[in-house]
């Protein structure tokens, strides 16, 4: 039932339906009753909802807490890590007063584990989305033995903390899930460390950071939040009973969260009040400085500079060449160790966010004039910083400093004293005030380009617009040719993993190790160097599981080069044109590659900020990575090649013959609907292991498309499911494909589906799908006028066309 992410016409079919489901529902569930599948307990102010639910197209499911606005939105699951296998699970109250879920066969798979025993329990599920267990009659609104907000899935909302409560011993933290659609644990852990300074990190395997913010200072968490806004804000509290992160909201008809995406991002998101489209407020890491220990040790990261990292004043980089390289992670050491001889002193930064707190010690009452004295004692004492903006405060740094960055504070006055040798300070005073002259500098710069600036203020506030945030932290890789002519050894034809209708794709390693492949643009798109670094930091922006993701890219004199992440599944055709390959691609691979593209498209077309149409759709841009995962590749690059996409014709047609639309290969017009018609041809195309072009059926002469629309008339369509999967598909899964793919590749393009339904149609079991008019080429080909025009144009054989219409037409 639940899908993700968010789409606007799915919600407000289940808001109908949760509104009929409505009468006789209740907030609690006394010791005599029970839930099942389809029933659910619904808050008094109708905000959450509590029930079964499955993800994806498994047949898994489990217990949790929805928005009743936004059913998609699960903010707590009971069971992650033992789904039910299928979806006959009770919930009840057990003889002991626990909340228990049985399976089928009436074991326990969950339990709550209370500390109290209660003579007459109920099970209710507040407004704030907190499922309590409490006794019936209970006159204190807050004596719970049990409830839900004391253990967090990926989300926190406003009444719950991360953190510490002493008096539980609880600590309150966030795991992701596995995958967008498996709520199971996942990777990544999200948890407010209050040794020494409290802060908040993510760690990957519970053991690798990847992200941390910076340390409390007293007053707030820069990266976390300023100290108010007019919507929302966030609150620290540290005394004797707990020490913990939470948000409240200073309305009441918003609701705000933050989720640990399977990622690893945490993100903020607010939901108005009668809206059912959450907007992203915050997202952290937000910036590649914020990647944890971006520029290694004793490195500082510098967000809007180049290069980003530096050495701190008196080191140097420890591998000179792979610091050349951008390869910065090795980090940096001392130039001339400290041996606490005479005249050593500090430099102050300011406007950094202080190191990781690794080994260090903290002094709460120690003034700074004693702290330094109490650094300088001790020869590996690196650096010490007032560790509370509002008075005294020690904090000694010792060992490398690692995860330094440039920040936007100017009103915190916290300060890092670097220790150097005197022969360093000499020329440090002239030094520290260029670092802040830089950060200084590189704020009103950002001032200056408008997206640069708003990802300093999101990265303070909760911003009270939900403006979407985008990602304009990225910022890419630029590679020298050099390089990447190495990686590639030299564009040689053994490297060469093919030829697109943009260029060529060689298979690199860069000196990292990391595989990769390179495409190497050919050579008209005419653009200047900034107009391309413009595109490509857009396509950069578009970050989707589903799409090819791109490491860094190359401008010299005319070579234009875009490096994308290596996929070692090849792509697409490679398995479904050949018999053998082909057989290994079972139902639920094939149903589940469908869903993933329809899903990347879905993204390009409306959910990133730019609406993107790719235009090339075809099975050898779709590549595979090694869990064979579909993922959309060359994307954007009709934007390169033609500069200004709004304008909806184009006098040159990229793309390939048998994925194109008529609107589109006879008159040169497009909109993101021949997309969706290159997304049916290659759904038909999946699910059947044919090519639509050069289709050939003794009966008659149309192509796949014609093939698929006369079986769909004859009612014979599952005919045209590939032979091969007959063992292991699931027909109704397979009826809506063809019936979809059908819709996709209508011949008007105001017939076919968006994509947005498209994906609606696809994961939902009970959608009505209308029927499906004539395929586009369907008369065209029987009359053999493309044909025609295909001899004309190119060799039958060549892939890909450019063709150039003549004007006017
Ligand atoms: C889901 O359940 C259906 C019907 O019980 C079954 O045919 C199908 O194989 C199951 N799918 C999975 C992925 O287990
Ligand atoms: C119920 O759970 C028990 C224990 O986990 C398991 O052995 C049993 O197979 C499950 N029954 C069903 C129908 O899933
Ligand atoms: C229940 O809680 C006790 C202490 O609070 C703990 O020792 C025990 O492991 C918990 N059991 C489960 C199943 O979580
Ligand atoms: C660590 O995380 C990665 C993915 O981030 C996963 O593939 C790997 O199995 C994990 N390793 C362990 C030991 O959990
Ligand atoms: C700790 O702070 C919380 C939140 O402000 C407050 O409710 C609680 O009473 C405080 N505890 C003590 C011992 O001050
Ligand atoms: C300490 O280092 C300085 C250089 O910074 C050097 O001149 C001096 O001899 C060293 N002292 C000792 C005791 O090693
Ligand atoms: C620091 O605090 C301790 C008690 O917490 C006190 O004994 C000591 O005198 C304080 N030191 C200073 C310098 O204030
Ligand atoms: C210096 O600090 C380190 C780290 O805290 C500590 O292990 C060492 O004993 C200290 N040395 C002296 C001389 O205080």
Redesign the pocket.
């Known amino acids: 039932m639940v899908v993700r992410p968010i789409f606007s016409f799915f919600c407000i079919s289940i808001v109908v339906l949760s509104l009929l489901r409505m009468s006789g529902a209740t907030d609690i569930m006394s010791s005599v009753q029970s839930i099942r599948k389809g029933e659910t307990l619904v808050s008094s102010g109708r905000k959450f909802e509590l029930g079964f639910f499955s993800t994806g197209s498994s047949n898994n499911s489990f217990l949790g807490i929805w928005l009743v606005a936004s059913p998609e939105t699960v903010v707590w699951v009971a069971n992650r890590n033992s789904a039910l296998t299928d979806s006959k699970g009770t919930l009840e109250i057990s003889y002991e007063g626990e909340l228990v879920l049985l399976n089928q066969s009436k074991s326990v798979v969950w339990s709550t584990n209370s500390t109290k025993v209660l003579g007459n329990p109920v099970a209710h599920l507040l407004d704030s989305g907190n499922l309590v267990l409490r006794e019936r009659n209970s006159l204190d609104s807050t004596d719970y033995s049990w409830q839900s907000f004391d253990y967090p899935s990926d989300t926190i909302l406003v009444g719950m903390t991360l953190g510490w409560n002493f008096r539980t011993g609880l600590e309150h933290y966030l795991t992701s899930w596995r995958s967008v659609d498996d709520p199971s644990l996942g990777d990544y852990t999200g948890k407010y460390k209050i040794d020494g300074l409290p802060q908040l990190e993510i760690v990957r395997n519970g053991s690798v950071k990847v992200y941390r913010s910076a340390p409390w200072n007293g007053v707030y968490i820069n990266d976390v939040a300023e100290v108010s806004t007019p919507v929302a804000r966030s609150i620290f509290v540290h005394n004797e009973t707990a020490a913990y992160f939470a948000i409240e909201t200073l309305i009441d008809d918003i609701t705000i969260r933050i989720t640990l995406s399977p990622d690893g991002v945490a993100q903020a998101f607010l939901l108005k009040s009668g809206s059912t489209k959450w907007d992203m407020i915050q997202s952290l890491p937000y910036d590649p400085c914020d990647n944890y220990g971006y520029c290694g040790a004793n490195g500082v990261c510098r967000v809007n500079q180049s290069p980003r990292c530096l050495c701190l004043q008196g080191f140097i980089p420890k591998s000179q060449a792979e610091w050349d390289m951008l390869n910065p992670a090795r980090g940096c050491i001392r130039k001339v160790p400290l041996n606490c001889s005479r005249g050593e002193g500090f430099m102050r930064l300011s406007q950094v966010k202080l190191p990781d707190l690794i080994d260090f010690q903290l002094?709460?009452?120690?003034?700074l004039k004693?702290c330094k004295v109490e650094c300088l004692k001790n020869c590996s004492c690196m650096a010490y910083a007032n560790s509370d903006i509002r008075g005294?405060g020690c904090l000694l740094c010792f060992g490398n400093l690692i995860d330094i960055r440039d920040i936007n504070d100017d009103g915190s006055h916290q300060y890092l004293f670097l220790r150097l040798p005197a022969s360093e300070l000499d020329s440090s005073r002239s030094l520290s005030n260029k670092l802040v002259t830089i950060t200084v500098a590189s704020a009103i710069s950002g001032l200056l380009i408008g997206g640069t600036a708003l990802s300093i203020i999101w990265k303070r506030r909760m911003k009270s617009q939900g403006l979407p945030s985008g990602m304009d932290g990225i910022d890419l890789p630029l590679y020298d040719f050099d390089t990447v002519s190495v990686a590639s050894n030299h564009f040689s034809q053994t490297n060469k993993l093919g030829e697109g209708g943009f260029g060529s794709v060689y298979k690199g390693t860069l000196s990292t190790g990391q595989e990769v492949a390179i495409k190497r643009l050919s050579k008209y798109s005419g653009q200047g160097p900034d107009e391309f670094m413009n595109e490509v930091l857009l396509i950069a922006r578009l970050q989707h599981r589903n799409l090819v993701g791109l490491v860094g890219c190359c401008i010299e004199g005319d070579e234009r080069m875009l490096i994308y992440e290596y996929m070692p599944n090849k792509s697409l055709d490679y398995f479904l044109f050949d018999h053998d390959r082909s057989s290994s691609l079972a139902w639920k691979r094939r149903f589940d590659i469908v869903l993933g593209i329809a899903r990347g498209l879905l993204y390009l077309h409306q959910d990133s900020k730019l609406q993107v149409i790719h235009r090339d759709l075809k099975t050898s841009n779709i590549l595979l990575d090694a869990d064979i995962n579909p993922k959309i590749s060359d994307f954007g690059l009709a934007r390169i090649f033609r500069g200004d996409d709004t304008e909806a014709q184009t006098r040159r047609i990229v793309g390939t013959y048998g994925y194109m639309s008529p609107e589109y290969a006879f008159d040169g017009k497009f909109s993101v609907k021949s997309d969706v018609f290159g997304f049916g041809v290659l759904l038909l195309e999946i699910i059947s292991s044919k090519r639509n072009r050069g289709f050939q059926h003794p009966d008659h002469h149309h192509n796949l498309l014609g093939h698929a629309w006369l079986l769909w008339r004859e009612g014979r369509a599952m005919e045209l499911i590939d032979e091969s999967v007959c063992a292991s598909f699931v027909e109704s899964q397979a009826e809506r494909c063809i019936q979809v793919g059908l819709l996709c590749v209508q011949k008007f393009p105001e017939n076919r589906p968006a994509m947005s339904s498209v994906v609606f149609m696809l994961a939902n079991e009970g959608a009505t799908l209308p029927p499906p008019k004539e395929p586009g080429f369907f008369v065209e080909r029987s009359s053999g006028s493309l044909d025609a025009h295909l001899v004309r144009e190119e060799p039958f054989t060549a892939n890909v066309v450019m063709v150039t219409l003549p004007e006017g037409r």
Do not use: I, L, T
């Open positions: 002094f709460k009452n120690m003034s004693e005294p």
